[in-house]
């Protein structure tokens, strides 16, 4: 997954919000929050919250949950090897229904269906991937967030314990996507850095495997797949510690729902919370991501 699929664009910063960010990108740029970060195991990070509250709603009048999702975007959901839909939001539905005691479907359809069939009642809930964003908050309520993408440097194995800093990146050619948000936050909080602008992510991991680019300054789901595949050669690997700020990359992605679904979207709640705090979530996270993202 290189950005979370949502019809919105990824907004990007108007230099007025500087100060306020500063702050954020001090702590995510010295905190290593995972063993990853110095190549050790994977770790589980928490995006839920501890304090909120797990109360289970009255679910007498839950009949079913009808799952919506698409086939074509692994691991997130895929058709396997068996001909079965599978994958992380596949099995997390599972578990969510598995929690909840109540029967489901889960369906596939085309990706640019999945709102529209959810808003014509043909399905109760989307899990896909959807980005949070302020536009789709405007057609569908959302779960808690399950899932959210860090942004990552990645360079080759040789760089492995450099500490990353503004004063650090001074001069060191840097790879992102032209017009992304990395490359605002990039142009923002690294501006010594010498940014080299790719059209796309292949391109750019390519360069950083010629050696081209010190760094590239990605998507860190995108990253931890490309080191695991064949494709990498095991030339490289994360450097420095996730950059989170939600204003640059997102709120997470969430279950959508239709906006009179507050019984449903509260028996989702729960269920997500449950299983985070029962080690369920863990377990299914650590199966997809064998190597942590963050």
Known sequence: MTQARTPAKTPVPHFNIVARLLAAFLLSATACISLACAGGAPFVPNFFDAQSRLEKPDLSTLRAIRFLTDDDYPPFHFVGP???????????????CEELKVPCTIQARRWDTLLPALEQSQGDAVIASLAITPALRQRVAFSIPYLKTPARFAGNVSLQGFEITPASLDGRSVGVIARSAHEEYLKLFFPRASRRVFADPDAMRRALMRKEVDLIFADAVGLAFWFNGSEANGCCAFVGGPYTESYFFGDGVG???????????????????????DGAYATLYLKYFPIGFY
């Open 82 to 96: 068996d001909g079965q839909l599978t994958g992380f939001n596949v099995e997390l539905a599972r578990l969510v």
């Open 255 to 277: 279950i959508a729902m239709r906006k009179d679904a507050d019984l449903l979207k509260r028996a989702i709640d729960y269920a997500l919370l449950k299983l985070a705090r």
